[in-house]
């Protein structure tokens, strides 16, 4: 039998696996897993949810069976001290806190930067079935890692959809258009970014940061920061609605 004044840290024990087991499965439920992790591991999240939640309740049924159940079943899953407590509040915290994507202020202090960006990014086949206007911002910056020179796509129809970041460095009737690319977990995305010059009279205040956008229009080669760069020229932005995945792969 479990000797009563032992018997909280059992339970907190159980509570804790509860906690963790719960959080992630409510990721899971409400879509905020895309905002974690990559797709590819959704389904290990998932199974160790469901693990620590199976365990939490095998545990507890064997406490309340205490008279009966091997000693063994017990013993404590968890070091003395804080580490219980510091991973019950960590439950806790992400049980109350709804995840969010990154946003412009993230990119710029990542630095967001087309040309940065397209070394990070996995270089790619060209896939002659793939026309211009179906290419994402991320299917762009692979084309330019593979071929870098911007003329080579002067005229292409371009239509991409991402969020909206004023950088500092550009004039007023330009912004850029982002996407976060993630790899394995929200610690590691970073931001890829194609340039877009504003149908005329148009300034990038109309354009609140952050928000998401479709734009259409055609490609050009423009000089920006005294480099030459592959910009979309916009004929239209439309305001979208943020993707359930803010991310790229």
């Known amino acids: 039998m479990v000797p009563q004044r032992n018997a909280w ?16 499965i409510k990721y899971w439920l409400t879509d905020k897993l895309y905002l974690l992790i990559h797709p590819n591991y959704f389904w290990l999240t998932i199974v160790a949810g469901f ?22 079943q017990h013993l ?3 070091s003395p ?21 990154f946003a412009s202020q993230t990119a710029i202090a990542r630095g967001v930067s087309e040309g940065a ?3 990070r990014v996995r270089p790619q086949a060209f896939r002659a079935t793939v026309q211009p206007e179906d290419k994402s ?30 950088p500092p460095e550009m004039p007023d009737n330009y912004l850029l258009i982002s996407r976060f ?3 394995c977990c929200a610690a590691d995305v970073y931001p890829v970014s194609l340039p877009v010059k504003l149908p005329e009279n148009q300034v990038r205040s109309a354009y609140k940061p952050d928000s998401w956008q479709e734009v259409e229009g055609q490609m050009i080669t423009e000089m920006l920061a005294d480099k030459r760069k592959l910009v979309i020229q916009a004929a239209a932005l439309k305001p979208i ?7 790229d792969y």
């Open 9 to 24: 840290k059992f339970w907190l024990d159980i509570l804790i696996l509860a906690a963790w087991g719960g959080l992630f």
């Open 51 to 72: 693990a620590l939640l199976g365990l939490a309740a095998w545990r507890a049924i064997a406490l309340l069976r205490s008279n009966v159940a091997p000693v063994g």
């Open 241 to 247: 609605e943020a993707p359930k995945n803010p991310y």
């Open 137 to 166: 911002i991320v299917d762009w910056i692979r084309t330019l890692t593979v071929y870098p020179e911007p003329d080579a796509y002067t005229g292409q129809k371009a239509k991409v959809q991402g969020f909206v970041i004023h």
């Open 81 to 101: 001290g804080w580490s219980r407590t510091l991973l019950l509040l960590t439950a806790i915290v992400g049980l109350t806190v709804t995840p969010q994507p």
């Open 117 to 119: 960006a397209a070394t």
């Open 76 to 78: 404590s899953l968890f």
């Open 181 to 183: 690319v993630i790899t």
